[in-house]
Structure formats: C-alpha cells, structure tokens
C-alpha cells in the first residue's frame, strides 16, 4: 500500500479525495484490495440485501482489451457531443495506466441495488484515500462490462449489471482541489414554537 498513516478524520478523508487520472506502475497486493473490498461491504444496504459482487481485474492485457471495448461500444451509444476524457484518443487507455479495476456488479434482487452498490462504491473510495490510495470511477466502460462477451470473460451471471468501475492505485500526480458550489436548499421547514 503505502506509507502514509491512516490519521484522517471522515470529514477530512471526504474533502480530501479526489478522482485520479495518472497513475504509476505499482501494483496491488491482494491484501490492499481486500482491506478496501471490506470497507465496501460496510455500506448500508436496503433490506440488508447486500446484493452486490465484485470482480478485481489486473491483468494489463485484459485492461486495455477492454478499454478498446469500451471506447468503441460507448461512441457507438453517446451522442457525438459526450466525450469523456480519453475517449477522443485512439491511443489512450481509459483506465489512465492503473494496474487495478474493481467493478461492482449489482445482483437483480430488489429496487434499491443500484443505490446498494454506489454506497459500496463510496465507502471503497473513501478508504482508498485514506490509505493514501487515488481512485477514479470509469462509468464509460459500464457498456463494454454489461456486454456478453465481458461478463462471459469475467464469469459473471447474464442477469447481473455492472454499476461501479473503479480503478484504484498509485497516483502519479498529486490532484488539485475542486471548488464545488453550496449547497442547493430548495425547502427547509422547522417546527414552530409555540
């Protein structure tokens, strides 16, 4: 992992994570992913369905096949005018030289599952960056990992949905802070006293 202690608070953990987009070549341990796979299953779930899975994926080779999907399969369904970053460059990798992609795949077991899995995908996120860790959620292979084709590669059942690509490393640059605006309040009721 890395050498960095894990002191933040949660709220420092929150404002301190970034999406990362240039990573080193250092790998994994299994150990890391494990430790970030058990923060994930630590989210709260509707009904305590905890209907998601999870496949880890390393392999270069397979990366970069399936960042060629990707791209191909999401110009095929986007309008021209959406080009998320790196999709314009034949020659770019859309998972930015990460060694690691985690998807989580949501099992078609209720209405909230989806919403199941983003809570899986955040808490995965946050420990990540409190390790140290950079994580960036890469939603334009979502189609290519939906695909026959991946999720028989994958060995993933035909009736489950991938919902949160999320490569996770080494950053190779330290990301900036984003401003982000306040709060949009559109009601806020009290109780009146009496």
């Not at 070549?25 to 970030?36: F, M, P, S």
């Not at 096949?65 to 110009?75: C, M, N, Q």
């Amino acid at each position: 992992m890395t050498d960095r202690p894990s002191a933040m608070s949660a709220i420092e953990t929150i404002y301190a994570r970034r999406s990362i987009r240039s990573y080193s070549d250092t790998a994994l341990d299994r150990n890391a992913i494990l430790t970030l796979l058990a923060a994930a299953v630590q989210a709260p779930t509707a009904i305590h369905e905890e209907a998601w899975a999870f496949t880890v994926i390393q392999d270069k080779e397979a990366l970069n096949r399936l960042s060629d999907s990707a791209k191909e399969i999401f110009r095929k369904q986007q309008h021209a005018s959406v080009i998320p970053h790196g999709l314009d460059d034949p020659n770019s990798n859309l998972f930015h030289n990460a060694g690691t992609l985690i998807v989580i795949w949501a099992k078609p077991l209720g209405l909230f599952v989806a919403a199941d899995c983003w809570l899986a995908a955040e808490n995965l996120m946050l420990a990540a960056c409190a390790l140290g860790l950079g994580t960036c959620v890469i939603g334009s292979c979502v189609g290519a990992l939906n695909s026959e084709e991946w999720k028989t590669a994958l060995g993933v059942p035909k009736d489950w949905s991938a919902i949160a690509p999320i490569i996770v490393g080494t950053a190779s640059e330290i990301a900036q802070p984003v401003s982000r605006k306040k709060a949009e309040i559109i009601s806020w009721r009290e109780r009146r006293a009496n």
